[in-house]
C-alpha cells in the first residue's frame, strides 16, 4: 500500500470508530493521531467532561496498543511514573529487580500533569525525550510507539504546578478542546449515559501499520520553499528579527528551531491523512497555532494587556506570507 493509502485508510479507521462515541471533536481526534504518527506527544487542555480521557483511551483500543493511564497528584513520586528496584528473595541471581513503572505503554495518559510537582513532572519529560528509563545506572527501553498524551484543566489553578516553557517545549501541539457545537451536544446528551462502557471495536489499526507510517511521514519529500517559509515564521516571531509590531510589542521570547522542525513533520503528517504527495503553505498556515502558541512567551506588556497567544500567531503568519 502507498504511503498515501496507508494513512488516509489509518485516519478513516480510526476516526470512525472513535467517532461512534466522541461526536463533534473531529478536529482534536485528527490532531491527536497526527502526534501519533509524528512520533510524538500532544497536550490536551480543556475543561471537564470534554472527552479528553475518552479520545486517548479509545485511541489505543482502536490500534490495539497497550495503554496506562496515570492520575497526577501532589504526592506522586518519579519512581510511580518510571518504576522502582525492589529486592526479590526468590532469585538467587541477582537480589534485586526492576519492575517497571505505568510509563512503559505504547500510549500514556499523563491525566492533570499540571497537578505534580516539578520533579516528578521532568522525570516523564525525561524520559519522553530520551525514550528510555534509567534506573541503578541501566537503561530501559521505552516500548516502540511510545506517545505521551497529558491533560490540564484550564478553570482550577489552585494547588498546580505549570510546566515551564521548556518542558511545554516538548511537546508537538497543544489540543485546545473546545465545546461541542449545538447539534453535536444534542446528540452526546441524547446518545450518552453514566459509567457508560464503550465497546469500540478494537485492534481497526495494527501496531505495526502506526510504526510503519511514523517511517513514511519522516520519508515525505518538502519543497524548498516550505523550508523556507518555516525559517521566515521562526524569525516572525522573534522581536530581534520580525517584521510585526505586535512581535515586536508583547512578545519577549520566539519560537526555537524545534518549533520549525515540528511544524514541518507534522505538515507532512497532514499532507498523507489528505492524500497528497507533499505538505504546502495552507498546512504551515492551519497548523501554526497548534505548534506555536504554548511556545510564545508574551512580555510584561503583553501579559498585562492579556494578549491571545493566537492572535500573535496569527500576526507571525501574515508577516511571513
Known sequence: MESRDLLFSIHERIKQNISSYVIGQDEVIESVLL????KSHSIIVGVPGLAKTLIVKLLSKSIDASYNRIQFTPDLMPSDITGTIVFDKENEKSAFKFVKGP????????????RTPPKTQSALLQAMEERFVTAEGKEYLLPVPFNVFAT??????????????????????????????????????????????????????????????????????????????IVKMLRNSRPESTKSQAVKDYVKW?????????????????????????????????????????????????????KEKRDITNEIIKASF
Not at 103 to 114: G, P, T
Not at 177 to 194: C, D, L, M, N, T
Not at 265 to 274: D, P, T
Open 103 to 114: 510509563i512503559f505503554a505504547n500510549i500514556l495518559l499523563a491525566d492533570e500533569i499540571n
Open 152 to 229: 490540564q484543566n484550564p478553570i482550577e489553578q489552585e494547588g498546580t504546578y505549570p510546566l515551564p516553557e521548556a518542558q511545554l517545549d516538548r511537546f508537538l501541539f497543544q489540543i485546545e478542546i473546545k465545546y461541542p457545537k449545538y447539534e453535536s451536544e444534542k446528540a452526546i446528551v441524547s446518545k450518552r449515559v453514566i459509567n457508560e462502557d464503550f465497546k469500540v471495536n478494537q485492534g481497526v489499526v495494527k501496531l505495526q501499520e502506526i510504526i510503519e507510517a511514523q517511517d513514511k511521514v519522516e520519508k515525505i519529500p518538502v519543497a524548498s520553499n516550505i523550508h523556507e517559509a
Open 254 to 306: 520566539g519560537l526555537s528551531s524545534r518549533a520549525g522542525i515540528f511544524l514541518l513533520a507534522a505538515a507532512k503528517g497532514k499532507a498523507l491523512l489528505e492524500k497528497r504527495l507533499t505538505p504546502d503553505l495552507d498546512d504551515l498556515v492551519n497548523l501554526a497555532p497548534l505548534v506555536f502558541n504554548h511556545r510564545i512567551i508574551l512580555s510584561f506588556k503583553g501579559e498585562m494587556e492579556n
Open 35 to 38: 502526534t501519533l504518527i509524528c
